[in-house]
């Protein structure tokens, strides 16, 4: 009796989306000083190295932003819509309570049958939502997956609230993921600890037809610097060890672009040098759970990241939970 090949998951496309208005932190600190809060583009660079944002209009849903970047990531494939049978969608600011992004993509698409789903694991959404297809396309319940993270933050930030609403951003990043022959994806590791649920939520919801709790993003901004500095680096190592490899052997990091302050220091721990980690945060500001995939599209559309390199992907935020996936190109 011979055994059947073994399967693994490849990533086989890149795709990303940004909506049009583009806020550089100028402009910002204009916007906001006419409504009696006080900040400089001097600050937000040196404290969080974000230079500009981009901010969703009415129309540029979730799932408007994260079906652009899915059309780009499956042509990037060579595939069509059709090929495609398995859809997650990690966001924190779904277009509805439900049905979930993930199927309003879908339709969006034209694309029937096949699992459509979203992931909710804030800043993490994306590493949780990658890994959650390798298992599905490894199991043999998904040849082809598309795992796209799209957010609007700018629709839950407090306009009011300095210390968080200059950090964030609008956007979409989406890969397609294929069973292949040859591994991919070499290792995932995902963690979460909800005793620390506090420090970074948007408490609300609907509930009798009114908004409940409250409906902005609160954050304490130094207990999320500290974790996040602590987590970043013991996962990689984690990750990578179980894929039998060391860090050196790591081409490319990806991390989430939540401030470069803490990019640098992740790099640092791990004895990476500055140019191998990938840092788009200057550019997007933190779009949660689109960062990862966007950073990985800019990076592999300008030729950095290249077929065969290692690229370790990292994400943490909210709930709290954190993880990282080592991928082969
Ligand atoms: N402009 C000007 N001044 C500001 C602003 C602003 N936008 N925001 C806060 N300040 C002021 C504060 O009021 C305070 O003033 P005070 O000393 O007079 O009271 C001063 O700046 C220092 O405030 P801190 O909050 O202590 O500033 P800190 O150095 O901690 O930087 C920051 C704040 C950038 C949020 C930092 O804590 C951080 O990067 N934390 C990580 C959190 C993060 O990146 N979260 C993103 C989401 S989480 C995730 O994606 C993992």
């Not at 398995?86 to 029937?112: E, K, N």
Request: aromatic share 4%; net charge neutral.
């Amino acid at each position: 009796m011979t055994s059947s090949p073994r399967v693994y998951s490849r990533i086989v496309g890149t795709g990303s989306a940004l909506p049009e208005r583009l806020v550089d932190n100028a402009t910002l600190a204009a916007e906001l000083g006419a409504r009696g809060v006080e900040t400089s583009d001097d600050w937000i660079v040196a404290r969080t190295g974000i230079r500009q944002r981009y901010i969703a209009s009415p129309e540029e849903s979730s799932s408007v932003l994260g079906t652009r970047a899915a059309r780009m990531a499956i042509e990037t494939a060579g595939l069509a819509p059709g090929d495609i049978d398995l859809i997650i969608v990690a966001t924190s600011t779904p277009d509805f309570v439900f049905p979930s992004t993930a199927c309003l993509v879908q339709r969006a698409l034209g694309i029937v049958g096949g699992a459509a789903f979203d992931v909710q694991a804030v800043c993490s959404g994306f590493v949780y939502g990658l890994t959650v297809a390798d298992a599905m396309i490894r199991t043999g319940s998904a040849r082809h997956a598309l795992v796209i993270g799209a957010e609007t933050f700018s629709r839950i930030l407090d306009w009011n609230d300095r210390g968080t609403c200059v950090l964030f951003g609008d956007g979409a990043g989406a890969v397609v993921l294929s069973a292949s022959d040859r591994p991919g994806i070499l290792a995932a590791k995902l963690h979460a600890d909800g005793r620390h649920e506090a420090i970074l939520r948007t408490a609300g919801n609907v509930s009798h037809g009114s908004i409940t709790g409250h409906p902005f993003l609160t954050m304490d901004g130094q207990a999320v610097f500290k974790l996040a500095v602590g987590v970043l680096d013991e996962v990689a190592r984690e990750t990578v060890a179980a894929a039998g490899l060391t860090v050196a052997d790591i081409d490319w990091l990806v991390p989430h672009q939540a401030n470069v302050r803490i990019l640098q220091a992740t790099g640092r721990r791990l004895g990476l040098p500055a140019e191998k980690v990938i840092v788009t945060v200057d550019r997007h500001a933190n779009t949660s759970a689109a960062s990862v995939p966007l950073a990985l599209d800019v990076a592999m559309r300008d030729g950095r990241i290249r077929e065969g390199h290692r690229v370790m992907l990292q994400g943490v935020g909210g709930g709290f939970t954190w993880g990282a996936v080592l991928v082969q190109i």
